[in-house]
């Protein structure tokens, strides 16, 4: 009788062990896969991610512009004073809104189609090992967007020449993309910097313009 009840509790106890086995094993897995094999599997995937949100952006851009035949003079107003040289460099903030919300949307939009397939990741990057990341056949990693696109803008000026000056202005997307990985998703942030036009001002332009670098105007 005593026998059998000690066989019992050493049934019970090697049970407990394979169980805590299992745990310790799956645990082990899921933080080796989310510590060390994600973060290796994300910069491995980064630049194909990053073309593909940037070819987002540069194709809803042009888009944009074609269909609203935006030019430098819907967003940007430059006043001249009696001398000729530039008094004021101001922004059109309701078009510069306007152009943002859609150009948001349209960004979106592309990427939920763009970004509906799979990015092939060579299998040597899931042993975590570096050396290994480009070895073997290429297991495909889905990509998703998640969130909304975050837009802003940034205007550069460049002396162009004697009394000329090449202004540039660009929007600034911020973009989410998942990457999902068998065990764990990572979020990776994407801040993509596209040119929307560009003009030379023909006349002295206050070095304050020069001075202060690119400015934000808004989106």
Excluded: W
């Excluded at 169980?19 to 094999?37: D, Q």
């Excluded at 799979?118 to 570096?130: E, M, Q």
């Excluded at 969130?147 to 002396?159: C, H, K, L, M, R």
């Amino acid at each position: 009788m005593k026998k059998a009840k000690n066989k019992r509790l050493s049934l019970k106890v090697k049970a407990y062990i394979c169980l805590g086995c299992v745990f310790i094993f799956i645990l082990t897995v899921f933080l080796y896969f989310n510590f060390i094999v994600g973060p290796l599997v994300v910069e491995i995937s980064r630049a194909q991610v990053d073309s593909i949100a940037t070819t987002a952006v540069s194709d809803a851009i042009y888009d944009v512009i074609q269909e609203e035949g935006y030019s430098y003079q819907d967003f940007i107003d430059v006043q001249y004073a009696s001398d000729n040289t530039v008094s004021s460099i101001t922004a059109d903030a309701i078009e510069l809104n306007n152009f943002a919300r859609e150009l948001s949307t349209l960004i979106q939009i592309y990427l939920d189609t763009v970004v509906e397939h799979s990015i092939g990741v060579p299998l040597g990057t899931f042993t975590g090992i570096t050396a290994l990341s480009g070895v073997g056949p290429k297991i495909n990693v889905n990509i998703v967007p998640i969130g909304s696109v975050i837009t802003s803008f940034t205007s550069s000026f460049e002396s162009a020449g004697i009394n000329q000056t090449k202004h540039s202005l660009y929007i600034d997307a911020n973009i989410t993309i998942s990457v999902i990985l068998p065990l764990t998703t990572k979020h990776v942030d994407f801040i993509t910097q596209v040119l929307i036009c560009e003009n030379i001002i023909v006349g002295k332009v206050p070095q304050f313009y020069f001075s202060s670098g690119n400015s934000i105007f808004g989106n």
